[in-house]
């Protein structure tokens, strides 16, 4: 059964700051990985999607990878902005299996 | 021109009532979900409709009755409601085998009194 952990839980960093967030997966036989971010009492709003025949994609100051062989993908956001403050969770799917979540990373960029 | 629309957005009830929510998505989708996000933001799949037939269905109470009436709509009813269903739900959509990922609808928070 697919399971997902997304490190850090949580994350305070000041604005302009380069960070990463973490996650990994227990079956790499997966069919997409999908990054949401999730604002306080909102839905939750797509970031990037990375097909499993994809090393990375890209969106403006957001880039993510893949390796799938090893179970595990990062978000990496250039530049913090208080802005960014939300909740990145990642999301995996395996074929005929709905996307499973990780918790999530509570990311807060201070000014 | 929302994508997956859900209602209603808030959803106050007694502990023995029953209520519905309702999904609709417009991006031409065949499969339609729904997920509960409980207290602690955890997402967790429920249901899974493929084509208006049930696919997936995790170990939810029989409670928990979704119906898809066709491929854009997929409700969810619940029956004698109790506390521990006080959580936010969400519907998603994807398109059966293809690689463009899931949208989702921006939740209905359900509180059980």
């Known amino acids: 059964k697919q399971e997902v952990t997304q490190i850090p839980a949580a994350l305070s960093v000041p604005e302009g700051e380069n960070l990463v967030l973490n996650c990994s997966f227990t079956d790499s036989a997966i069919y997409n990985l999908q990054w949401f971010r999730q604002d306080p009492g909102k839905g939750l709003t797509s970031l990037l999607l990375i097909q499993s025949s994809q090393r990375e994609q890209t969106s403006g100051r957001l880039n993510a990878s893949l390796d799938k062989s090893s179970g595990r993908s990062t978000l990496y956001i250039a530049a913090s902005q208080p802005g960014d403050s939300a909740t990145y969770l990642c999301?995996?799917?395996?074929?005929?299996?709905?996307?499973?979540f990780g918790k999530g990373t509570r990311l807060s960029v201070i000014a | 021109d929302t994508a997956v629309s859900q209602t209603p957005k808030y959803l106050v009830t007694q502990m023995g009532n029953d209520k519905s929510i309702k999904c609709e998505q417009n991006l031409g989708h065949d499969t339609m979900y729904w997920y509960k996000q409980d207290s602690k933001k955890f997402l967790k799949i429920m249901f899974s409709?493929?084509?208006?037939?049930?696919?997936i269905n995790e170990t939810v109470p029989n409670r928990f009755s979704p119906k898809s009436p066709d491929k854009a709509h997929l409700n969810l009813h619940i029956n004698s409601l109790e506390l521990g269903d006080s959580a936010v739900y969400f519907c998603?959509?994807?398109?059966?085998?293809?690689?463009?990922?899931?949208?989702f609808g921006s939740g209905t928070r359900l509180t059980v009194v």
């Open positions: 999301a995996v799917n395996s074929g005929n299996t709905p996307l499973v």
């Open positions: 409709y493929n084509n208006k037939e049930l696919i």
């Open positions: 998603a959509s994807s398109q059966w085998g293809n690689n463009y990922g899931y949208t």
